[in-house]
């Protein structure tokens, strides 16, 4: 990682402020490396960036790019889904660029319709387009424009497709129209909170309307931002009455429940799904990778077929070909011959090829216990990593951590 730095960094926070957001997995940070040139950690499974970064994009030398955590839902609730609304409350957020999965598209207009209700000028990137098309889902980007009111550019960040569109498109950045209206109750003690911190204490940036909705569903990050604000005890003293009647615990999953189906609804009209080629095999283990029941004996089979490669043909067969065969018969005999031929100092030729000799344990070790070991590991980690397991895998142990309070996207990483 080179000059990414921290949203605190005083040099940068008077530039203007753009940033990219979107769900864990779809390129983030694939995208922030081709638009900054800036190197952060990549990897194919969630919750890789755990905070925010920061550089020059090559398009505006003025301004500043951040690459966020990915965020499952807002009111946050995690860490990286905290570190990533934090930043939209205190930078000064001109424009955002949502990174979508052109594969998922009911998911991505999910947090569109979040999006919308704080109100910055954003443009999305369509990226994944290439996964898209191999499943055979084709998204209509220009309907999908003209619908949600906002440049939507096709992108496959790894290739580097679309990002120049991208980069011209940010000059059309727009507030995108709102998906939907929740239900009548809730809009009313929506309108309640917003009038009040439109009164009493605006954002500079982000809209009241969005912010009421964060505000009831108990964004921690919002509530801190509100308790910070001088006038604002009016609205929190609105906002203690509210507990009550609405179930405030229960509101982040209605709120996403409404999303959900109003995103589903804009992502059907857009989609072209190709007949047959939904039903492959891929996907269909996929599937079962994150079942809650069939999960856990392909987890195991996965852990096997690791442990047989790597424990099995790894640390035993390939180990004991190099070290006993070939180390031990072939090339360490040969060796010792050769210096103990060549050097007459006995205490020289035992530092070298001696029962513990820099020859005789050091590199024998090194390369044939080692080397093979490591090997192995890394070949089954990367083709686990390229498979897609790792970020299904993420899922199964959120869910188990999730029962005793944990974020179990970190595990991977870590
Ligand atoms: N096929 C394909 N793979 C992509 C594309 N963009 C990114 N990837 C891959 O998707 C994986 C995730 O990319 P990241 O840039 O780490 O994703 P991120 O959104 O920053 O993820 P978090 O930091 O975990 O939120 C990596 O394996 C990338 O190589 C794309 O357009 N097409
Ligand atoms: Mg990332």
């Known amino acids: 990682m080179d000059c990414a730095t921290s949203p605190s960094s005083a040099a940068a926070a008077a530039l203007r402020t753009l940033a ?13 490396h081709r638009l900054t040139g800036t190197y952060v950690t990549v990897s194919n499974y969630p919750g890789t960036t755990v905070e925010v970064s920061r550089a020059t994009p090559r398009f505006d030398r003025e301004a500043s790019l951040l690459d966020t ?46 999006l919308a209700e704080l109100g910055v000028p954003m443009v999305m990137a369509l990226n994944m387009t ?37 980069t011209e498109a940010l000059q059309r950045a727009a507030v995108p129209a709102p998906l939907l209206r929740y239900d009548p109750v809730l809009e009313r003690d929506i309108a309640r909170v917003e009038q009040l911190i439109l009164a009493q204490c605006p954002h500079p940036r982000l809209a009241a309307r969005g912010l009421a909705i964060l505000a009831i569903g108990r964004d921690p990050e919002v509530e801190a931002w509100l308790a910070a604000q001088a006038n604002s005890e009016t609205v929190r003293a609105a906002l203690a009455e509210l507990t009550a009647p609405i179930g405030r615990d229960s509101l982040p999953a209605r709120l996403a429940r409404e999303r959900g189906g109003a995103a589903e609804a804009l992502a059907r009209t857009v989609t072209q799904q190709a007949a047959g080629k939904d039903r492959t095999l891929s996907m269909l283990l996929g599937r079962i990778a994150v079942h809650r029941l069939w999960g856990w004996p392909m987890l195991l089979g996965v852990l096997y077929l690791v442990y047989l490669f790597v424990g099995d043909f790894g640390a035993s067969t390939l180990v004991g070909l190099l070290e006993e065969d070939f180390f031990g018969e072939v090339l360490n005999p040969a060796v010792t011959e050769f210096v103990t031929s060549h050097i007459s100092t006995p205490w020289l030729a035992d530092l070298i090829v001696g029962e513990y000799g820099l020859w005789t344990m050091g590199m024998t070790y090194a390369l044939a216990l080692i080397l093979p070991i490591v090997t192995t590991f890394f070949l089954a980690f990367g083709v686990l990593e390229d498979s897609g397991y790792f970020s299904r895998l993420s899922v199964i142990a959120n869910r188990m951590f999730a029962a005793i309070g944990l974020n179990g996207r970190a595990v991977l990483p870590m």
């Open 20 to 32: 990219l957001v979107g769900h864990p997995n779809v390129g983030k940070s694939v995208l922030f």
């Open 130 to 166: 290439d996964e898209a098309k191999a499943r055979g889902v084709t998204v209509d980007a220009e309907a999908l424009s003209e619908a949600l009111g906002v440049p939507v550019v096709a992108t496959v960040a790894t290739g580097g497709e679309g990002v120049s569109a991208l």
């Open 69 to 114: 955590p990915g965020v499952l839902a807002l009111p946050s609730r995690s860490d990286d889904e905290r570190a990533t609304m934090r930043a939209l409350l205190h930078e000064d957020m001109r424009t955002l660029i949502q990174v979508g999965d052109a594969k998922n598209l009911r998911r991505t207009l999910n947090l569109t319709a979040l």
